[in-house]
């Protein structure tokens, strides 16, 4: 393996305009060029320390190698902040900022008596003694109105768009906010019930378009379009916001 190299790719170009504009942008990541004979390709992986490994195919070259990095720049930012996010602390304390219902709610705790504590996220309450997390408390209570609103919704969009659904079922999904499957059944992540609910209902049909189409072609974005007008922006607050959803 090469020694890491820090070049004037893309992310340094981000971190030098950020000394001016004030904007955090994360530094560059540490790039490791390796060689290997039998790759037919150029092959990028994000490390666990979050560098970046360049496999070089036999007749490549590392000029071509950092022309590849470019195009891929995107990519590479999306899979350093799904790392940064999998690896930092999910604990709920007091005052942190949660997602519920489209809100950005402060987690509250007030005393009540002598060792126990109101906790309040929105409209959501539980009493506890003090602790240093109280997601274990919060979550199933989210999971329960999950469970009770997301299978109403999405049979009321696929009524009012003449489509039969079979099984709808919320899950506790780290990859995907939802899927369908070619005989109706719809899987559910319980956390769209903290997006916004224009964001919820651009993934429920999403899901529901692809009873009519079972891909992601031209065809089903012009489906998701005609359900959903204003799904650009849906996706773009799911691209902002959905890893401060875990």
């Not at 519920?100 to 005393?111: A, D, I, T």
């Not at 008596?113 to 003090?130: F, Y």
């Amino acid at each position: 393996m090469s020694a890491p190299a820090q070049l004037s790719l893309p992310w340094r170009e981000r971190a030098e305009r950020s000394l001016d504009t004030g904007v955090h942008v994360p530094a560059p990541p540490t790039l490791h060029f390796v060689r290997n004979g039998r790759a037919r390709r150029y092959i990028l992986r994000v490390l666990p320390d979050a560098s970046v490994r360049v496999t070089i195919p036999r007749r490549g070259s590392q000029r071509e190698a950092e022309a590849f990095l470019r195009t891929r720049a995107r990519w590479i930012d999306e899979r350093r902040r799904e790392l940064e996010t999998s690896t930092r602390a999910t604990r709920w304390r007091a005052g942190q900022w949660v997602w519920w219902r489209g809100e950005h709610c402060v987690l509250e705790v007030v005393p009540v008596t002598a060792g126990t504590m109101m906790v309040r996220c929105g409209e959501l309450c539980v009493t506890s003694v003090p602790r240093d997390d109280y997601r274990p408390l919060l979550e199933p209570l989210m999971r329960g109105c999950a469970a009770d609103l997301l299978p109403a919704r999405v049979r009321a969009l696929a009524s009012a768009h003449g489509l039969v659904i079979a099984r709808v079922s919320i899950r506790n999904q780290r990859s995907r906010w939802g899927s369908c499957s070619r005989d109706g059944n719809i899987a559910l992540n319980w956390r769209l019930v903290q997006m916004p609910a224009a964001v919820s209902d651009y993934v429920l049909l999403h899901e529901l378009m692809h009873l009519r189409e079972p891909n992601h072609s031209p065809r089903f974005w012009a489906l998701v379009e005609a359900v959903c007008p204003d799904y650009a922006q849906a996706r773009a607050w799911l691209r902002a916001e959905g890893l401060a959803l875990c």
